[in-house]
């Protein structure tokens, strides 16, 4: 399969600690890969590496075969999309303006959005399930529906990738299923590579193809579910006690109680 | 846009016509409605012979348009920046007599009033230069870590004006008397003793800067989302931010190097524009901030003109109404504007 975007050998540090060191990573069209780990791990950190918001001291981030920090802001936003955790602006937009903001990096310096970026832009509303909301202004919305806003959003970019930082935070147990099937989908769907960060390993175990397991700035351990999120490996990287509970779907992880008496 | 919405639109773009037309009448030597429709018509008597019409004449081309022509461009200018300011830095409580641009402009004109040699231009360069170097002190006090909160950027423009606003004072005390009486005039506020040399310094400068900030209306709708946004969604977040800056400062100062100082316009007028056109759009607010922000000056001179015998700068007026609202948006959004 096609491979959108690797990783090769990144490091980044913040006044003189490592945050990341030496990540390695491909992903590759329609799937989907999840950074799971602890507060601090370097999730976002890493996020922000391969979007190019963030400079890494060494390795690179190569996107479609070009080099994620040698573009420029608008080449790149054509090619990655970035789902930021759900916020309130000073300025509620309605909607639907929300969502056309993707179009931007299509756009020339002077140029208003055309009736076509409306088009791709309801058309992105549709993929969510927001098209009824389209007008109502964002910060109405719930939590749930504001995170699909902002997919939405990114899919109106009509990107290669899509970064989602923790998109089911906030969230409730409904929703957060809501958002992760509807990514899944869209990764199917449209071919497009997913990067993840969750707080879950039940969700990841549900909603990825490949789960980057991270610990202190490193990736600990990478591959498929079955491999990757085990008792040991969870147990060593979130230094609880867990037990892995197989039912007839497939299996999940449960904190031991005993961890904390 | 929404059929309502996009009658309220024109009807709001077309406004200025009106009132324009209203402010030909109003004033000491009042003229009838209808000479000054006849006169507008008919354009300067190439014969000019003594008549009353010739007198209303005079009156409309050589003392009131060029000052309703500069309330209408000032307006523009104080509004349309308010807009964009509040946008680029994410805060609804901010322009440029806020952010210390007008007080630096202030100074800047001053300082080339009284001791610089009357050159075309050079009035417009300096308070260009002071305006924009004062915005830079209330930036660079207010951030931390990259980032200006809401409150500081208030509380460092509150400095800079202060520190600004007392250089302006000295400047006063070592200026000659004989140029004393034009700083004095100048620093009330007023369009009072404006003709059309100071349509002409500023007016180019007012409409280029606005023709800008036009057409990246909709960038200004993406910068409002945040830096890390607005990158993602594939915007040269500094180079654009600067370009707004640029033009911010260069239609405020070009309309206080021939004006004054005026405050309140800025923050009034967006936010009655975002009311009433019920969306924070750009697209939206710039044009119509536009509009809305020239009537507001423009009746607000009418008032400052006719209200007495006597001229009243009508800096005081935009305050006396400016300020209240303030603090009833403050009032409303319950403080929380303060935390953000």
């Known amino acids: 399969m096609e491979t959108i975007v690797s990783v090769e050998d990144l490091s980044f540090s913040y006044g003189g600690a490592f945050k990341l060191n030496s990540i390695s990573l491909k992903v590759s069209a329609g799937t989907v890969l999840t950074l799971l780990g602890p507060n601090g791990c370097g999730k976002t950190t890493l996020l922000k590496c391969i979007n190019a918001l963030l400079k890494p001291e060494s390795g690179k981030v190569v996107i479609f075969g070009k080099n994620a920090h040698e573009l420029r802001r608008w080449e790149l936003a054509r090619l990655v999309g970035y789902v930021p955790q759900a916020h309130v602006s000073p300025f509620p937009y309605s909607t639907l303006d929300l969502v056309l903001m993707g179009r931007t990096a299509h756009l020339d310096f002077f140029q208003q959005p055309s009736n076509l970026d409306y088009e791709i832009a309801e058309k992105a509303l549709s993929i969510v399930g927001l098209d009824r909301l389209k007008h109502r202004p964002y910060d109405q919305l719930s939590g749930g529906e504001r995170q699909l806003a902002l997919i939405a959003r990114a899919i109106a970019q009509e990107p290669k990738l899509l970064l989602l930082d923790e998109p089911t935070a906030h969230l409730d147990f409904k929703n957060q299923f809501l958002v992760l099937s509807i990514v899944r989908r869209i990764a199917r769907e449209n071919g497009i590579g997913v990067i993840m960060s969750l707080h879950d390993p039940n969700h990841a175990i549900l909603f990825s193809d490949i789960v980057a397991l991270m610990k202190n700035g490193s990736i600990f351990d990478m591959g498929p579910s079955h491999l990757v999120i085990t008792k040991e490996k969870i147990e060593n990287v979130y230094e609880i006690s867990v037990r892995v509970v197989n039912h007839t779907d497939g299996f999940l992880v449960a904190p031991s109680m005993e961890t904390f008496s | 846009m929404p059929h309502q919405r996009k009658s309220i639109f024109f009807l709001l773009l077309l406004l200025p016509l009106p009132v324009f037309l209203l402010s030909l009448t109003v004033g000491s030597y009042h003229i009838p409605f209808e000479e000054v429709l006849a006169i507008l018509v008919g354009g300067i008597d190439p014969h000019p012979s003594f008549s009353q019409t010739q007198i209303y004449r005079d009156v409309i081309f050589m003392i009131r348009l060029p ?274």
């Open chain 2, 67 to 340: 000052r309703i022509l500069l309330s209408l461009l000032g307006g523009i200018a104080l509004s349309v920046s308010g807009a964009s300011l509040q946008s680029v830095f994410k805060n609804p409580l901010v322009d440029s007599y806020i952010l210390g641009l007008s007080a630096g402009a202030g100074l800047g004109a001053a300082l080339a009033i009284a001791f610089l040699p009357n050159f075309v231009g050079l009035t417009q360069l300096s308070a260009f230069s002071f305006s924009f170097l004062a915005f830079m002190l209330t930036y660079f006090v207010a951030r931390d870590r990259g980032q200006a909160s809401t409150v500081s950027l208030v509380l460092a423009g509150v400095i800079v004006t202060a520190l600004f606003s007392a250089a302006l004072s000295m400047i006063k005390f070592f200026t000659s008397p004989e140029k004393l009486s034009s700083v004095v005039y100048w620093l009330m506020g007023s369009m009072a003793v404006s003709g059309w040399d100071e349509v002409l310094q500023s007016g180019p400068l007012i409409l280029f800067a606005f023709l800008i900030i036009g057409l990246m209306r909709w960038r200004l709708n993406v910068l409002s989302m945040g830096d890390e946004e607005a990158k993602s969604l594939g915007i040269n977040v500094e180079r654009d931010r600067l370009v707004i800056l640029l033009t911010t400062t260069l239609m405020v100062s070009s309309f206080v190097s021939v004006s004054g100082i005026i405050g309140w316009v800025g923050l009034v007028i967006p936010h009655l524009v975002r009311m009433l056109m019920g969306t924070p759009d750009n697209r939206i607010v710039i044009p119509i901030s536009a509009s809305l922000g020239g009537v507001f000056l423009l009746l607000a001179d009418d008032v400052a003109r006719s209200l007495t015998s006597y001229e009243l700068p009508v800096g005081v007026i935009t305050t006396i109404i400016g300020a209240p609202f303030f603090l009833y948006l403050l009032r409303r959004r319950g403080g929380s504007t303060w935390r953000q």
